[in-house]
């Protein structure tokens, strides 16, 4: 189908187009709604047809977030456990989004659109937290209201420009989609670039569970730092012996504990994603004994230790 036809069938049935694009892409499917918006507002043939695009894009994102609150909300950290697992780049870690989250309140809804990895795991987020529903769907729907309506309007204010390019496009298809093509092909390698060099990266020096049971055991001076996220913290109970720690005041939470002491760091990530940056972080701090659990918290279920009640 050529893109002039694309351009018709969208102008034809531009409200359902927008809305199945919108929910497709705000469940998680890799489908992108910005150049659809785009275009759908380019083509709007009045103020009125646009206000229907826009209402029918913050439906579909609101449906969407509501459906990721209600999975954050049954089954907690188990959902974002499985989004930050299903990232292609480990480095990215869920907790670190979520005691932003956590910082900024309802705010970090009405932004979370335009902060890329963002847009998925703050609903699902703020449902294992237990926000208030009437809270969270008010901020859901500014915030899906400022995205959509931003990308409509640039294409309603540029309509004459979007259409030229369209047509530069139509004529010169098949070189297009060998730069699609190509871009995808360069974005992929990239990604996985990324996920070989934060391998090498983590490359760090770790620590098994059955060790630092002994160390504490032996009571030797040992800092441990928990830096799972507040939803799992709260669902599964803080560790014994533990200080709770976010990512961005982790020198708060080491203190004062003396440069010479050992550390452990401890994650719920894939590949111990999280407590490998806390430990190089602490590492290039000055802290001379830095080490991550190898396995994260599972390793440390795993090896029958216990949360307190």
């Known amino acids: 189908m050529e893109l002039s036809q694309i351009s018709e069938s969208l102008q034809r049935d531009a409200v359902w187009v927008v ?46 977030d509501w459906m990721w609150y209600l999975a954050g909300r049954a089954f907690g950290y188990r959902v974002l456990s499985g989004l ?17 989250f956590v910082r900024w309140g309802l705010g970090s809804l009405v932004v979370a659109k335009f902060i890329p990895g963002f847009s998925t795991v703050a609903p699902p987020i703020a449902g294992s937290l237990r ?5 969270f769907l008010l901020a859901a729907a500014a915030g899906a209201a400022l995205w959509a309506g931003l ?8 309509r004459r420009e979007v259409q030229t390019v369209i047509s530069a496009l139509d004529e010169q298809a098949g070189s297009v989609f060998v730069v699609v093509v190509g871009i995808a092909a360069i974005w992929l390698g990239w990604k996985l670039w990324q ?15 059955v060790e630092l049971l002994a160390a504490m055991e032996a009571r030797q001076p040992l800092l441990l730092l ?12 803080p560790i014994v012996g533990a200080t709770v720690a976010e990512h961005d005041r982790l020198l708060d939470a080491v203190g004062d504990w003396p440069t010479s002491q050992p550390i452990v760091t401890l994650c719920a990530c894939p590949e ?3 407590a490998v940056q806390a ?24 090896a029958g230790n216990a949360t307190a009640v």
């Not at 990308?151 to 540029?158: R, V």
């Not at 996920?195 to 620590?207: D, E, G, L, M």
């Not at 928990?226 to 109970?237: F, H, P, W």
Request: glycine share 10%; aromatic share 6%.
């Open 272 to 274: 111990d994603a999280g």
């Open 84 to 100: 930050c697992k299903l990232s292609i780049n480990p480095g990215s870690c869920v907790s670190q989004t979520e005691a932003r």
């Open 279 to 302: 430990a190089r972080r602490l590492l290039a701090a000055g802290y001379l004994s830095v080490r991550p659990l190898k396995g994260g918290y599972e390793a440390w279920l795993a």
């Open 151 to 158: 990308a409509l309007g640039a294409g309603w204010i540029l």
């Open 226 to 237: 928990d830096l799972r996220g507040a939803s799992m913290v709260a669902e599964t109970g």
């Open 195 to 209: 996920k070989y060099r934060f391998r090498q990266w983590s490359a760090v020096p770790h620590i098994t569970p």
């Open 131 to 135: 926000m208030a529903l009437p809270g």
């Open 19 to 64: 809305f199945l694009n919108v929910l497709l892409q705000q469940a998680g499917l890799p489908v992108p709604a910005v150049p659809t918006l785009l275009l759908a507002g380019s083509l709007a043939v009045s103020s009125s047809q646009l206000a229907n695009i826009l209402a029918a894009a913050i439906v579909a994102s609101v449906i969407a």
